[in-house]
């Protein structure tokens, strides 16, 4: 099966370079020489050269785009607006829940002052009660007491009145503290709700991104089993070191991997190598590859 996919995609490669065979330099191998990487010992003073037939050295590229993919996919999934929004938004519920909390402990609060307060108005109601009581059923008689007892009647009434406003005030407090907690239930809700729907939006986002991830993997995978080991060993090396980008295009005699345009002895270096030669960027080391459109 992967010989039979191998042949396939060599086929595909190998008419895709048909057409660039005219513009490619003389004196190159033919496309149907034997496959396979294979170290060259006859430059003991250069570091292993490899060799890999064009059409593979082709594919390399497909290899370094669908890598770049994924990469591309990575930073999308890390960089989703969403992750902002949804930091940003729990934040902001965290703050409305702890106003929300505040509100309703001044609303107990206040609860509580105001039956303090009304046991309070209620005391003194009931100690103006026994006195008016006490007054009406002509117990005391003398004139001294009986004036007494009117001035701590009239004392009592002023007092009760005062603790009634106080119970008023504390009912103003109690209600604008239900108000406020009320206002505050309705925005914890309203924010949880924005919260829940950039959650799913996120989950859908990381999900497409995944799939599409999964599907470029695969297709890796599948390109990759057709280049020879070596090759793609020392590409993936490369990768490594060079952020990402193993394999560059030579396009117009400017290496698409670091952009520098190679000097005229580098030009003619490669334009002498043969076309199996996996030939390096002087100034990058990424593997350069060439195409009908390296301008050598
Ligand atoms: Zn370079």
């Given at each position: 099966m992967r010989a039979g996919r191998r042949r396939a995609r060599r086929g595909v490669a190998a008419a895709r370079l048909g057409t660039a065979r005219p513009c490619l330099p003389h004196g190159h191998r033919s496309l149907d020489r034997p496959r396979g990487v294979r170290p060259r010992t006859h430059h003991p003073h250069r570091s292993p050269q490899l060799n890999a037939e064009p059409a593979d050295q082709i594919r390399l590229l497909d290899v370094q785009a669908l890598d770049v993919r994924l990469t591309q996919l990575a930073h999308r999934r890390a960089n989703l607006p969403e992750h902002a929004e949804i930091e940003s938004l729990t934040a902001d519920l965290a703050q409305v829940r702890d106003l929300l909390v505040a509100a309703?402990?001044?609303e107990s609060d206040t609860a509580r002052e105001q039956t303090k307060a009304e046991q309070d108005v209620d005391q003194v109601r009931k100690r103006a009660a026994?006195?008016?009581?006490?007054?009406d059923t002509g117990a005391v008689?003398?004139?001294?007491d009986l004036e007494n007892l009117q001035k701590e009647i009239a004392s009592l009434a002023r007092r009760q009145s005062d603790l009634e406003d106080v119970v008023l005030e504390i009912m103003e407090r109690r209600e604008s503290a239900q108000e406020r907690a009320a206002e505050l239930a309705r925005r914890v809700e309203s924010v949880q709700a924005r919260t829940d729907e950039a959650v799913a939006r996120r989950d859908a986002a990381l999900a497409g991104i995944d799939t599409e991830a999964a599907s470029v993997t695969r297709e890796r995978q599948a390109v990759a089993a057709t280049i020879p080991e070596a090759l793609l060993k020392l590409y993936d090396?490369?990768?490594g070191q060079q952020?990402?980008?193993?394999?560059?295009?030579?396009?117009?005699r400017r290496c698409e991997g670091c952009r520098l345009e190679l000097n005229i002895t580098e030009v003619n270096e490669i334009r002498q190598a043969p076309a199996d030669e996996v030939v390096r960027c002087e100034n990058c080391r990424r593997i350069l590859v060439r195409t009908p459109e390296s301008g050598l």
């Amino acid at each position: 099966m992967r010989a039979g996919r191998r042949r396939a995609r060599r086929g595909v490669a190998a008419a895709r370079l048909g057409t660039a065979r005219p513009c490619l330099p003389h004196g190159h191998r033919s496309l149907d020489r034997p496959r396979g990487v294979r170290p060259r010992t006859h430059h003991p003073h250069r570091s292993p050269q490899l060799n890999a037939e064009p059409a593979d050295q082709i594919r390399l590229l497909d290899v370094q785009a669908l890598d770049v993919r994924l990469t591309q996919l990575a930073h999308r999934r890390a960089n989703l607006p969403e992750h902002a929004e949804i930091e940003s938004l729990t934040a902001d519920l965290a703050q409305v829940r702890d106003l929300l909390v505040a509100a309703r402990t001044e609303e107990s609060d206040t609860a509580r002052e105001q039956t303090k307060a009304e046991q309070d108005v209620d005391q003194v109601r009931k100690r103006a009660a026994r006195d008016q009581q006490r007054l009406d059923t002509g117990a005391v008689t003398s004139p001294r007491d009986l004036e007494n007892l009117q001035k701590e009647i009239a004392s009592l009434a002023r007092r009760q009145s005062d603790l009634e406003d106080v119970v008023l005030e504390i009912m103003e407090r109690r209600e604008s503290a239900q108000e406020r907690a009320a206002e505050l239930a309705r925005r914890v809700e309203s924010v949880q709700a924005r919260t829940d729907e950039a959650v799913a939006r996120r989950d859908a986002a990381l999900a497409g991104i995944d799939t599409e991830a999964a599907s470029v993997t695969r297709e890796r995978q599948a390109v990759a089993a057709t280049i020879p080991e070596a090759l793609l060993k020392l590409y993936d090396k490369l990768r490594g070191q060079q952020g990402g980008v193993g394999a560059a295009r030579l396009y117009q005699r400017r290496c698409e991997g670091c952009r520098l345009e190679l000097n005229i002895t580098e030009v003619n270096e490669i334009r002498q190598a043969p076309a199996d030669e996996v030939v390096r960027c002087e100034n990058c080391r990424r593997i350069l590859v060439r195409t009908p459109e390296s301008g050598l």
